[in-house]
């Protein structure tokens, strides 16, 4: 049975899933480690999967690079809005820890 890490790579010609599809392991977290432009309207890519560390180099097109851009674009999107509700939630836990020491009488001016 072959590596799923050394599962072979799709290039610009290939039409399937987008890049931000891991072949190996089929997340959808690969992100671009390195580029540069390729000719014409090509850019070289190294792309990289944290879940199964699969790694490969590919030349894609303008629109395959278009579409990895919006997809990543919209996981960038999905954290922000993921990191703004845990840090409102951690802050709201804070003041009703607070709110509750200083209603049992452990907060005195004194400690400000």
């Avoid at 977290?29 to 560390?53: F, H, I, K, T």
């Avoid at 490969?56 to 990543?72: K, N, P």
Wanted: glycine residues 6%; hydrophobic residues 45%; proline residues 7%.
């Amino acid at each position: 049975m072959a590596d799923p890490a050394h599962a072979p790579f799709q290039d610009a010609r290939h039409r399937g899933p987008g890049l931000q599809i891991c072949p190996a392991c089929a997340v959808d977290l690969v992100y671009p480690v390195a580029w540069q432009p390729a000719g014409g309207q090509s850019c070289r890519v190294s792309l990289r999967c944290p879940n199964c560390e699969w790694t490969r180099t590919g030349v894609f097109d303008e629109a395959a690079m278009q579409q990895f851009d919006d997809a990543l674009d919209r996981g960038t999107d999905a954290l922000v809005a993921d990191l703004r509700q845990i840090a409102y939630a951690n802050m709201e836990a804070d003041v009703e820890r607070i709110a509750a020491a200083i209603w049992a009488g452990l907060v005195l001016p004194e400690d400000f």
